[in-house]
């Protein structure tokens, strides 16, 4: 407690210019991090005629198909630049309100993932950096899909995290300054080094936009509970424009609220209380024949639905994903649009001949407490090709994992285009439907 209660101040530095140091106090604590839509708006986007395999991974660890995504497709995930050390070194990771722990590819990294952009981050050229000593006081801890352990022959702490996509990370649990850049371009270093996995192995799908991810789960090591920050929020943008990350005091919730559910099997979870879903097909409400303890979350801590940025493709429980797809087929073939498969010929996904503009009219509905979420246009769906290299879409919902099939979750297509405001005080979430 002590070591914290200074450190929840954040210092704002002029980079480069050591005078210009800001203090900022802890009631107005708040600053906002550009959030990147698939690394496009970087100089990278020559890269995105590549082919590479990219997990549409949960980071929760839910998900466990691969598919082969052309990169022109525009990547997955949003993505966050920031920097690490000193001297600091770039890096870039993806956003996940799915998991807790952050982590980045450190050298040396023997079997690792491709990386399009700055080379990867190299611990011996900062001074700042320190490996975790075994007493470290979560040097022991098990989250559902990572591990923090001692390793006795060094007392240092080793991190290791699975993915249900069967991607494996490991390496040493480290600390070091972080820097974020805030919407100013001004670099904001954080007040005390932060805790996050320096990972020398990596095994499995990952962007190469990417050199990790960013943990803001709940959980007890995530950037949010390390920084103590109660309030935050994202507007994910589905243009490739650049949106931000807010924390504390410019943090916006505004918009309908809902209440936050904390379920203490899965603690580094955001679970809201999904009730409904249906359709809207014009004017026409089709309400779907589903139990409303579909997603309720039950004794052992599954079932539920999670808000999860680090997962692109929304998923739902076996049950509810049956009778969504049943309707929306009836819908479909109304309008006498029919189902192809994509390029890839996979059996969990679901598509259509046609273009985004000509399904404009159908939403899908999830009743969140008392508030209608409303998905549309490409928040509901996602463009590919047919075999023969002809555009169309399919629905960016799939069915839950196998592996733990009544989980249902809220994934990054769907949470773009809406504000979603954290308080984890009040335990409530926000949702404005905007443009980010
Ligand atoms: C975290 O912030 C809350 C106020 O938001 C404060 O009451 C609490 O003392 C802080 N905890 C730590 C460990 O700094
Ligand atoms: C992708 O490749 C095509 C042809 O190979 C080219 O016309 C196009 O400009 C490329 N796109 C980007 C963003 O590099
Ligand atoms: C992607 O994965 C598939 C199946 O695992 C494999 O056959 C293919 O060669 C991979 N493609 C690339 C570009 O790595
Ligand atoms: C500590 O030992 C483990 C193997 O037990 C090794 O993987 C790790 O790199 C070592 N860490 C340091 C800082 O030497
Ligand atoms: C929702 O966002 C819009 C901007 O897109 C804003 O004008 C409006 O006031 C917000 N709604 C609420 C209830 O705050």
């Known amino acids: 407690m002590s070591l914290f209660t200074i450190a929840i101040l954040l210092i704002l530095i002029f980079f480069g210019l050591a005078s210009d140091l800001i203090n900022i106090d802890a009631n107005d604590m708040s600053f906002e991090i550009p959030v990147i839509y698939n690394g496009l708006s970087s100089p990278s986007s020559a890269y995105i005629n590549q082919t590479t395999n990219v997990s549409l991974v949960s980071h929760a660890g839910y998900m466990d198909e691969l598919m082969q995504l052309r990169m022109t497709r525009r990547g997955l995930m949003y993505s966050v630049d920031m920097a690490i050390g000193t001297p600091s070194s770039d890096v870039t990771v993806s956003l996940d309100t799915g998991s807790d722990i952050t982590w980045v590819q450190c050298q040396p990294c023997r079997i690792c993932f491709d990386k399009f952009l700055s080379p990867m981050f190299d611990p011996k050229l900062s001074s700042t950096y320190k490996t975790m000593n075994c007493q470290y006081q979560h040097c022991g801890a098990f989250y559902s899909t990572a591990i923090i352990s001692c390793a006795p022959d060094n007392k240092t702490c080793m991190f290791g995290q699975g993915y249900m996509d069967e991607s494996v990370v490991a390496g040493s649990f480290s600390e070091d300054y972080f820097h974020f850049q805030d919407k ?20 499995g799908d990952f962007s190469p936009f990417d ?51 904390e379920n203490k099997m899965e603690p580094s979870h955001y679970y809201v209380n999904l009730l409904a879903i249906s359709i809207l097909d014009g004017k026409n409400h089709l309400a779907l024949d589903i139990p409303p303890q579909t997603f309720a979350i039950d004794d052992n801590g599954r079932g539920g639905f999670i808000l999860d940025t680090g997962t692109t493709i929304t998923r739902l429980h076996r049950s509810a994903y049956a009778e969504l797809t049943r309707m929306l087929s009836v819908v479909f073939l109304l309008s006498h649009i029919s189902t192809v498969h994509s390029i890839y010929g996979l059996s969990y996904e679901y598509c259509f001949d046609v273009s985004l503009e000509e399904v404009e009219h159908i939403s899908v509905v999830f009743t969140i407490d008392l508030v209608d979420v409303k998905i549309t246009g490409n928040q509901l769906f996602y463009e590919d090709v047919d075999a023969t290299n002809k555009p169309i879409i399919c629905l960016a919902i799939f069915e839950s994992d196998r592996s733990d099939p009544t989980t249902s979750l809220f994934g990054g297509f769907a949470m773009s285009d809406f504000n979603i405001g954290y308080d984890l005080h009040k335990q409530i979430v926000t949702f404005n439907s905007t443009t980010c």
Do not use: W
């Not at 100013?184 to 095994?203: A, Q, W």
């Not at 995530?222 to 243009?239: A, E, K």
């Open 211 to 261: 050199d990790g991810i960013l943990g803001m789960g709940r959980g007890k090591v995530s950037l949010i509970s390390q920084l103590n920050i109660s309030r935050f929020s994202h507007c994910l943008s589905t243009s490739g424009k650049i949106s931000y990350l807010s924390f504390g005091d410019a943090a916006r919730l505004e918009g309908e609220t809902v209440r936050l559910i």
């Open 184 to 203: 100013n371009g001004r670099k904001k270093r954080s007040d005390f080094p932060l805790k996050f996995g320096c990972v020398h192995r990596t095994e």
